[in-house]
Protein backbone atom coordinates (compact mmCIF):
# COMPACT_ATOMS: atom_id res chain seq x y z
CA UNK A 1 0.00 0.00 0.00
CA UNK A 2 1.45 3.75 -0.49
CA UNK A 3 0.55 6.73 1.36
CA UNK A 4 -2.41 8.72 2.28
CA UNK A 5 -2.71 12.16 2.72
CA UNK A 6 -2.46 13.25 6.58
CA UNK A 7 -5.91 14.26 6.36
CA UNK A 8 -7.37 11.38 5.64
CA UNK A 9 -5.58 9.17 7.91
CA UNK A 10 -6.35 11.19 10.76
CA UNK A 11 -10.13 10.70 9.76
CA UNK A 12 -9.69 6.89 9.43
CA UNK A 13 -8.23 6.96 13.04
CA UNK A 14 -10.92 8.96 14.75
CA UNK A 15 -13.28 6.87 13.17
CA UNK A 16 -11.46 3.39 14.06
CA UNK A 17 -10.60 4.52 17.66
CA UNK A 18 -14.57 6.14 18.04
CA UNK A 19 -15.76 2.47 16.82
CA UNK A 20 -13.40 0.36 19.39
CA UNK A 21 -14.86 2.84 22.11
CA UNK A 22 -18.56 2.22 20.85
CA UNK A 23 -18.37 -1.70 20.71
CA UNK A 24 -15.77 -2.74 23.50
CA UNK A 25 -12.55 -2.88 21.59
CA UNK A 26 -14.59 -4.57 19.14
CA UNK A 27 -14.59 -2.24 15.89
CA UNK A 28 -15.79 -3.03 12.05
CA UNK A 29 -14.18 -2.11 9.32
CA UNK A 30 -17.39 -1.61 7.36
CA UNK A 31 -19.15 0.71 10.21
CA UNK A 32 -15.87 3.01 10.15
CA UNK A 33 -16.11 2.60 6.51
CA UNK A 34 -19.24 3.87 6.22
CA UNK A 35 -18.97 6.55 8.72
CA UNK A 36 -15.73 7.68 6.70
CA UNK A 37 -17.86 8.07 3.48
CA UNK A 38 -20.42 9.96 5.12
CA UNK A 39 -18.41 12.68 6.47
CA UNK A 40 -16.14 12.76 3.31
CA UNK A 41 -17.74 11.23 0.19
CA UNK A 42 -15.67 12.46 -2.14
CA UNK A 43 -13.39 8.88 -0.78
CA UNK A 44 -16.59 7.32 -1.86
CA UNK A 45 -14.41 6.47 -5.14
CA UNK A 46 -11.44 5.31 -3.40
CA UNK A 47 -13.09 2.94 -1.31
CA UNK A 48 -11.44 0.06 -2.87
CA UNK A 49 -7.99 2.14 -2.05
CA UNK A 50 -8.81 2.59 1.74
CA UNK A 51 -10.48 -0.76 3.11
CA UNK A 52 -6.90 -1.78 3.81
CA UNK A 53 -5.70 1.02 5.57
CA UNK A 54 -8.97 0.90 7.38
CA UNK A 55 -8.26 -2.33 8.36
CA UNK A 56 -5.04 -1.33 9.52
CA UNK A 57 -6.52 0.94 11.27
CA UNK A 58 -9.24 -0.34 13.18
CA UNK A 59 -6.91 -3.37 14.01
CA UNK A 60 -4.71 -0.51 16.36
CA UNK A 61 -7.54 0.58 17.72
CA UNK A 62 -8.80 -2.53 18.99
CA UNK A 63 -5.67 -3.47 20.13
CA UNK A 64 -5.01 -0.38 22.39
CA UNK A 65 -8.46 -0.88 23.84
CA UNK A 66 -7.44 -4.57 24.40
CA UNK A 67 -4.29 -3.07 26.28
CA UNK A 68 -4.75 0.12 27.20
CA UNK A 69 -8.53 0.02 28.16
CA UNK A 70 -11.38 2.10 26.79
CA UNK A 71 -10.41 5.19 28.64
CA UNK A 72 -7.39 5.67 27.20
CA UNK A 73 -8.85 5.43 23.58
CA UNK A 74 -11.13 8.02 25.10
CA UNK A 75 -8.51 10.30 26.07
CA UNK A 76 -7.19 9.66 22.61
CA UNK A 77 -10.31 11.07 21.04
CA UNK A 78 -9.99 14.03 23.73
CA UNK A 79 -7.30 15.25 22.22
CA UNK A 80 -7.29 14.76 18.69
CA UNK A 81 -11.00 14.29 17.39
CA UNK A 82 -13.29 15.50 20.22
CA UNK A 83 -16.35 15.94 17.55
CA UNK A 84 -16.20 12.48 17.54
CA UNK A 85 -17.56 12.37 21.38
CA UNK A 86 -20.27 14.09 20.77
CA UNK A 87 -23.65 12.80 20.36
CA UNK A 88 -25.62 13.63 17.61
CA UNK A 89 -28.79 13.99 18.79
CA UNK A 90 -31.62 14.57 15.83
CA UNK A 91 -34.34 17.07 16.40
CA UNK A 92 -37.44 14.94 16.43
CA UNK A 93 -40.39 16.47 14.14
CA UNK A 94 -43.89 15.53 14.53
CA UNK A 95 -45.98 15.33 11.29
CA UNK A 96 -44.44 16.36 7.53
CA UNK A 97 -41.70 18.52 6.38
CA UNK A 98 -43.42 22.05 5.28
CA UNK A 99 -43.60 22.47 1.38
CA UNK A 100 -40.79 24.98 0.57
CA UNK A 101 -42.99 28.10 -1.58
CA UNK A 102 -46.23 26.59 -1.19
CA UNK A 103 -49.16 28.43 -0.93
CA UNK A 104 -52.55 27.63 0.10
CA UNK A 105 -55.26 26.61 -2.22
CA UNK A 106 -52.92 25.97 -4.54
CA UNK A 107 -50.69 23.11 -3.64
CA UNK A 108 -51.69 20.14 -6.54
CA UNK A 109 -50.39 16.72 -5.89
CA UNK A 110 -50.80 13.81 -7.89
CA UNK A 111 -50.84 10.03 -6.67
CA UNK A 112 -49.89 7.83 -10.14
CA UNK A 113 -50.31 4.37 -9.47
CA UNK A 114 -50.34 1.25 -12.66
CA UNK A 115 -54.08 -0.21 -11.97
CA UNK A 116 -52.57 -4.17 -12.52
CA UNK A 117 -53.51 -4.77 -9.40
CA UNK A 118 -54.57 -3.66 -5.72
CA UNK A 119 -52.58 -1.03 -3.92
CA UNK A 120 -49.64 -2.44 -2.01
CA UNK A 121 -48.53 -1.41 1.22
CA UNK A 122 -45.70 1.00 -0.23
CA UNK A 123 -48.56 2.31 -2.17
CA UNK A 124 -49.83 3.37 1.04
CA UNK A 125 -47.12 5.37 1.68
CA UNK A 126 -48.01 7.58 -1.10
CA UNK A 127 -51.51 8.00 -0.45
CA UNK A 128 -51.11 8.87 2.89
CA UNK A 129 -48.33 11.66 2.37
CA UNK A 130 -49.79 13.28 -0.08
CA UNK A 131 -53.52 13.35 1.60
CA UNK A 132 -51.64 14.87 4.42
CA UNK A 133 -49.88 17.56 2.72
CA UNK A 134 -53.68 18.47 0.22
CA UNK A 135 -55.25 18.95 3.68
CA UNK A 136 -52.07 21.22 5.42
CA UNK A 137 -52.16 23.53 2.03
CA UNK A 138 -56.04 23.14 1.31
CA UNK A 139 -54.94 21.85 -2.04
CA UNK A 140 -56.11 18.50 -4.03
CA UNK A 141 -54.89 15.06 -5.09
CA UNK A 142 -55.10 13.70 -8.62
CA UNK A 143 -55.70 10.01 -8.93
CA UNK A 144 -53.99 9.46 -12.32
CA UNK A 145 -54.15 5.62 -13.21
CA UNK A 146 -50.79 5.05 -15.16
CA UNK A 147 -52.27 2.55 -17.43
CA UNK A 148 -50.20 2.77 -20.92
CA UNK A 149 -48.94 -0.62 -20.60
CA UNK A 150 -50.87 -2.97 -21.97
CA UNK A 151 -48.30 -6.39 -22.27
CA UNK A 152 -45.82 -5.91 -18.78
CA UNK A 153 -48.46 -4.43 -16.50
CA UNK A 154 -51.50 -4.79 -18.46
CA UNK A 155 -54.55 -3.33 -16.37
CA UNK A 156 -56.58 -5.13 -14.58
CA UNK A 157 -59.98 -3.57 -15.60
CA UNK A 158 -61.00 -4.34 -11.65
CA UNK A 159 -58.05 -2.76 -10.47
CA UNK A 160 -59.26 0.89 -10.87
CA UNK A 161 -62.39 0.70 -8.78
CA UNK A 162 -60.54 -1.30 -5.48
CA UNK A 163 -57.82 1.31 -6.12
CA UNK A 164 -60.20 4.26 -5.90
CA UNK A 165 -61.74 2.41 -2.48
CA UNK A 166 -58.98 2.43 -0.87
CA UNK A 167 -57.21 5.43 -1.56
CA UNK A 168 -60.73 6.75 -0.28
CA UNK A 169 -60.30 4.53 3.01
CA UNK A 170 -56.50 5.62 3.71
CA UNK A 171 -56.86 9.49 2.75
CA UNK A 172 -60.27 9.74 4.59
CA UNK A 173 -62.11 11.22 1.59
CA UNK A 174 -62.35 10.51 -2.77
CA UNK A 175 -59.74 11.89 -4.98
CA UNK A 176 -59.98 14.97 -5.67
CA UNK A 177 -59.74 14.73 -9.70
CA UNK A 178 -59.17 11.24 -11.48
CA UNK A 179 -57.61 11.14 -14.56
CA UNK A 180 -56.61 7.75 -16.83
CA UNK A 181 -53.80 8.18 -19.25
CA UNK A 182 -55.57 6.16 -21.47
CA UNK A 183 -57.99 8.45 -22.21
CA UNK A 184 -55.24 11.13 -23.09
CA UNK A 185 -53.32 8.61 -25.65
CA UNK A 186 -54.47 11.12 -28.76
CA UNK A 187 -52.94 13.65 -26.75
CA UNK A 188 -49.50 12.10 -26.10
CA UNK A 189 -49.34 10.72 -29.64
CA UNK A 190 -50.18 14.17 -31.34
CA UNK A 191 -47.07 15.60 -28.91
CA UNK A 192 -45.23 12.55 -30.35
CA UNK A 193 -45.61 13.32 -34.25
CA UNK A 194 -44.76 17.23 -33.41
CA UNK A 195 -41.85 16.02 -31.94
CA UNK A 196 -40.68 13.82 -35.35
CA UNK A 197 -41.74 16.63 -37.19
CA UNK A 198 -39.72 19.43 -35.57
CA UNK A 199 -37.11 16.61 -35.53
CA UNK A 200 -36.93 16.65 -31.58
CA UNK A 201 -37.22 12.50 -32.00
CA UNK A 202 -36.67 9.83 -34.27
CA UNK A 203 -37.58 6.53 -34.65
CA UNK A 204 -34.97 3.28 -33.68
CA UNK A 205 -35.05 0.72 -35.30
CA UNK A 206 -31.63 -0.91 -33.61
CA UNK A 207 -32.28 -3.34 -31.41
CA UNK A 208 -31.56 -2.73 -27.28
CA UNK A 209 -28.17 -4.54 -27.40
CA UNK A 210 -26.89 -2.33 -29.75
CA UNK A 211 -28.41 0.78 -28.91
CA UNK A 212 -26.79 0.07 -25.28
CA UNK A 213 -23.81 -0.43 -26.53
CA UNK A 214 -23.86 3.13 -28.37
CA UNK A 215 -24.97 4.66 -25.25
CA UNK A 216 -21.50 3.26 -23.08
CA UNK A 217 -19.33 4.49 -26.67
CA UNK A 218 -21.37 7.79 -26.66
CA UNK A 219 -21.92 7.51 -30.33
CA UNK A 220 -24.89 8.65 -32.03
CA UNK A 221 -27.34 5.87 -33.20
CA UNK A 222 -27.59 5.94 -37.34
CA UNK A 223 -30.93 5.87 -37.18
CA UNK A 224 -31.07 9.34 -35.84
CA UNK A 225 -29.56 11.41 -38.61
CA UNK A 226 -32.75 10.36 -40.56
CA UNK A 227 -35.26 13.06 -41.99
CA UNK A 228 -38.30 14.57 -40.49
CA UNK A 229 -40.46 12.91 -43.49
CA UNK A 230 -38.34 9.38 -42.93
CA UNK A 231 -39.24 9.04 -39.61
CA UNK A 232 -43.28 10.41 -40.24
CA UNK A 233 -43.05 7.73 -42.40
CA UNK A 234 -41.80 5.16 -40.39
CA UNK A 235 -44.38 6.33 -37.32
CA UNK A 236 -47.33 5.50 -39.74
CA UNK A 237 -46.06 1.88 -39.95
CA UNK A 238 -45.92 1.52 -36.41
CA UNK A 239 -49.15 2.78 -36.00
CA UNK A 240 -50.88 0.62 -38.72
CA UNK A 241 -48.62 -2.34 -37.52
CA UNK A 242 -46.76 -2.62 -39.96
CA UNK A 243 -43.85 -2.85 -37.80
CA UNK A 244 -44.25 -5.55 -35.01
CA UNK A 245 -43.61 -5.33 -31.41
CA UNK A 246 -39.85 -4.81 -30.56
CA UNK A 247 -39.10 -3.70 -33.88
CA UNK A 248 -38.97 0.31 -33.71
CA UNK A 249 -39.28 2.58 -30.51
CA UNK A 250 -39.03 6.85 -31.10
CA UNK A 251 -36.35 8.02 -29.14
CA UNK A 252 -36.55 11.96 -27.87
CA UNK A 253 -32.92 13.56 -29.13
CA UNK A 254 -30.87 14.62 -25.99
CA UNK A 255 -26.84 14.52 -26.73
CA UNK A 256 -25.11 10.95 -26.56
CA UNK A 257 -22.14 12.60 -24.35
CA UNK A 258 -24.68 13.46 -21.18
CA UNK A 259 -22.86 12.19 -17.98
CA UNK A 260 -25.86 10.10 -16.95
CA UNK A 261 -26.46 7.10 -19.68
CA UNK A 262 -30.03 6.67 -19.23
CA UNK A 263 -30.99 10.20 -20.67
CA UNK A 264 -29.25 9.66 -23.75
CA UNK A 265 -31.58 9.54 -26.70
CA UNK A 266 -34.05 8.22 -24.24
CA UNK A 267 -36.89 5.77 -25.58
CA UNK A 268 -40.42 7.85 -25.76
CA UNK A 269 -43.13 5.55 -26.80
CA UNK A 270 -42.71 2.17 -28.30
CA UNK A 271 -44.96 -0.66 -30.06
CA UNK A 272 -47.09 -3.11 -27.85
CA UNK A 273 -50.04 -4.64 -29.44
CA UNK A 274 -52.14 -6.23 -26.33
CA UNK A 275 -55.91 -5.34 -25.96
CA UNK A 276 -56.10 -2.94 -23.40
CA UNK A 277 -59.14 -3.12 -21.25
CA UNK A 278 -60.33 0.43 -21.91
CA UNK A 279 -59.58 1.31 -25.33
CA UNK A 280 -59.45 -1.87 -26.76
CA UNK A 281 -56.96 -2.21 -29.82
CA UNK A 282 -57.20 0.98 -30.77
CA UNK A 283 -53.82 1.59 -30.12
CA UNK A 284 -50.70 0.10 -31.27
CA UNK A 285 -48.23 2.89 -30.07
CA UNK A 286 -48.17 3.77 -26.14
CA UNK A 287 -45.85 6.03 -24.55
CA UNK A 288 -43.39 5.25 -21.89
CA UNK A 289 -43.82 6.91 -18.50
CA UNK A 290 -41.13 9.59 -19.12
CA UNK A 291 -42.83 11.00 -22.07
CA UNK A 292 -46.13 10.69 -20.78
CA UNK A 293 -45.19 12.62 -17.40
CA UNK A 294 -43.19 15.38 -19.50
CA UNK A 295 -46.62 15.81 -21.56
CA UNK A 296 -48.51 16.20 -18.41
CA UNK A 297 -46.04 18.86 -16.73
CA UNK A 298 -45.08 21.03 -19.80
CA UNK A 299 -49.17 21.16 -21.28
CA UNK A 300 -51.25 21.47 -17.69
CA UNK A 301 -54.17 21.60 -20.07
CA UNK A 302 -53.55 17.78 -19.85
CA UNK A 303 -54.85 17.24 -16.84
CA UNK A 304 -58.26 17.89 -18.23
CA UNK A 305 -60.42 14.74 -17.93
CA UNK A 306 -61.50 13.78 -21.21
CA UNK A 307 -64.98 14.26 -19.79
CA UNK A 308 -64.39 17.67 -18.50
CA UNK A 309 -63.70 18.73 -21.98
CA UNK A 310 -67.06 17.34 -23.78
Given at each position: ??????????????Y?????????????V??????V???????????????????????????????????????????E?????????????????????????????????????P?????????????????M????????????????????????????????????????????????????????????????????????????????????????????????????????????P???????????????????????????????????E?????????F??????I???????S??R?
Amino acid sequence: MGELEPDVVALLRKYALQNALEYDGEGQVGSVMGRVMGENPDLRSRAGELTGFIAKQVEEANALAAEMGLEHIRSLLESESPDALEKKVKERREGLATLPNAENGKVVLRFAPNPNGPLSLGHARGVVINAELARMYEGEVILRFDDTDTVVKRPDPEAYALIEEDFTWLAGKAPDRILKASDRMDVYLEHAIRALNENHAYVCECSGDDFKQFRIDKTECPCRNRSSAENVSLWEQMNDGSIQPGGAVVRIKTEMTLPNPALRDWPALRIQHGDHPLVGERYKVWPLLDFLSAVVIIYKESLISSEERT
